[in-house]
């Protein structure tokens, strides 16, 4: 199968800091990949380089073959759905206005179109937000707000989730639902790549693990594989220690 | 929005219509003196002249400037995520006035048939959009941050300039500054009625024509960039047409600015946050608004008038509070 993404030696630099450096990787559709690193590291301007909203300052991501600077920001938008690391918090909307707001790409008329509601209401009771639909989104609690963030994305019905921290705010019953939920996605034939800092949501549910550190993709690997080789959770921590829990998975304990 | 939303947000915006359209009908019979009608269907005067030459223009430059910079005030908030945002913040409303208190202090009555006036103030507006654009611009790329606060500074530099030449000029002339500042609606000519209500209404429909985009760019540039808007189109068209319509608006009436933050906040809590919908009606009730003010100032006080500035903010003010008070 082709790779869906490809990137090819990219950098990113501020002005006197370098944030990534000469980062490659491919990934293919049903696959559901953990992006992982300390602060700062540089996961989400890496997200930030796969969805087009900063420019490499040098390689290029390829998507579907086809570089990402020749692709147009509406039919970018039917591949690609970002779940950015936070929204304004004071939004009027209420949160059926906000998760339709995902359906803008595929929009042909003035109002939501019946397609559009039905999708926007999938997505809504997928994440357990339905029967917040009135309510506006300001009145919610964080954990609410960031369902129907994840809503809105998963109405955009797009090939390629990147999703910047989904699970943040959100209670651990939420966490493995929202974690299950991409799971599902990549089994439908989805590339799902999720930033997260929870190792055992990764373990648990991904298939593949990338660690970025000092600026580069420091570990590529399956998650199968992770689990008999401890040394990638070093970049991450010298206080973890790869275990067994309960059921026999693997488990990573802190010291 | 489903069906039944779509359907209860249809007989909104037609309810805002039939506002404007009574306010349009009925607000030019409303003066400190009566009119007959049989006078003025025969074009007798006086009636037919107060009528015809001086209420309808008013009535109408009121309802169309109303809603010029109403759905500005809500295109300003969108774009700079900006609930305090008005067709002023960005200096454009400065920049007009600016021009047209240079205008009233050279004298200059006419420039080319036009009033004076209106060519200085469209002039200080565009010069201002311009010196904001390409301060706010770096590596082609526009930042609303950016253009907040360059025009922020410009706004600060026109009304310091503005104070400047009020002080120096004599007595006749700063009084007829002082008066143009104040923001009124006066009677027009026709052909200059024509003329912008002509740039409003095309200006209003290319604006209310992107409400999904504004929607999305109201939430965050990233949000809206990865659903497909061309988010830097997207903010300079915003600022472009949001500073015609104010500019073209301010021309004629001075700056009357308050119309552009209350119409927005009351139609986002009573009818829709949805720029679909919140933008038309902000359009059709701002103008009512702004007629219906114009038309009690012209009664309240007969024979002396009270700028229709000044009773929006009097109405308005005490209103926009209690809102504020009852939704939080």
Not at chain 2, 293 to 309: I, Q, S, Y
């Amino acid at each position: 199968m082709k790779p869906l993404l490809k990137a090819q030696g990219i950098s990113f630099s501020f002005p006197g800091r370098i944030v990534l450096e000469d980062v490659s990787f491919e990934a293919r559709e049903g696959e559901f990949i953990a992006l992982m690193g300390c602060n700062g590291a540089g996961k989400s301007t890496l997200m930030d380089m796969i969805v087009r909203l900063r420019e490499p300052s040098r390689g290029q991501v390829l998507l579907r073959g086809k570089p990402l600077s020749e692709w147009r920001s509406d039919q970018l938008s039917h591949e690609v759905s970002h779940l950015p690391q936070s929204v304004r918090t004071d939004l009027p909307y209420t949160v059926e206005q906000l998760v339709l707001m995902g359906r803008y790409p595929h929009r042909t008329s003035w109002f939501d179109s019946p397609e559009d509601v039905e999708a926007a209401k999938i997505a809504m009771q997928r994440t357990s937000c339905w029967q917040d639909r009135r309510r506006r989104f300001f009145t919610l609690s964080g954990g609410e707000r960031q369902r129907v963030l994840l809503a809105a994305c998963l109405a955009q019905q797009s090939r390629l989730l990147l999703w910047d921290e989904p699970s943040v705010f959100l209670d651990i019953d939420q966490q493995l639902s929202c974690f299950q939920l991409l799971k599902e996605e990549a089994a439908d034939g989805k590339l799902c790549i999720a930033v997260t800092h929870d190792i055992n949501l990764a373990l648990t549910y991904c298939s593949r693990l990338l660690v970025v550190s000092n600026h580069k993709l420091v570990v590529d690997i399956a998650t199968g594989e992770a689990r008999h080789q401890p040394g990638w959770l070093g970049f991450l921590s010298p206080r973890l220690e790869l275990g067994t829990g309960p059921n026999g998975n693997p488990w990573v304990w802190y010291q | 929005m489903s069906g039944d939303d779509q359907a209860a947000a249809k007989r909104k915006v037609l309810l805002c219509v039939l506002a404007f359209g009574t306010a349009a009908i009925v607000l030019p019979w409303v003066g400190p003196g009566p009119l007959s009608l049989g006078r003025v269907l025969q074009k007798q005067s006086p009636d037919g002249f107060i009528f015809l030459q001086l209420r309808l223009t008013r009535t109408l430059l009121a309802l169309f400037a109303g809603g010029g910079l109403s759905l500005g005030g809500t295109l300003f908030q969108a774009v700079l995520r900006d609930s305090l945002a008005t067709p002023y913040t960005l200096g454009v409303s400065t920049g007009a006035s600016f021009g047209a208190v240079i205008i009233i202090c050279l004298g200059w009555q006419t420039i080319w048939g036009i009033p004076a006036t209106w060519v200085g103030a469209l002039a200080g507006a565009f010069l201002v959009l311009v010196v904001v654009m390409s301060a706010a611009a770096r590596n082609r790329h526009i930042s609303t941050f950016g253009l907040l606060l360059t025009g922020i500074a410009v706004n600060s530099v026109c009304s310091s300039f503005i104070l400047l030449f009020y002080s120096l000029a004599g007595v006749t002339r700063s009084f007829s500054i002082s008066r143009w500042l104040i923001g009124s609606v006066d009677a027009t000519s026709y052909t200059s009625l024509g003329v912008f209500v002509l740039v409003v209404t095309v200006t209003a429909y290319f604006v209310i024509a992107q409400a999904s985009g504004w929607n999305l760019l109201s939430v965050d540039e990233q949000w809206a960039a990865s659903r497909g808007v061309n988010v830097q189109s997207l903010v300079v068209k915003g600022y472009v047409s949001g500073s015609v319509l104010t500019a073209a608006a301010i021309a004629l009436t001075g700056p009357i600015g308050f119309v552009g933050l209350i119409v927005p906040h009351i139609v986002r809590a009573r009818i829709s946050s949805d720029h679909r919908i919140l933008m038309p009606c902000a359009f059709l009730l701002g103008g009512t608004l702004l007629a219906l003010c114009d038309a009690l100032g012209r009664v309240v006080l007969a024979p002396a008038e009270v700028p229709a500035g000044v009773t929006l903010a009097l109405l308005g003010g005490p209103y926009l509070v209690w809102l504020v008070r009852e939704r939080i």
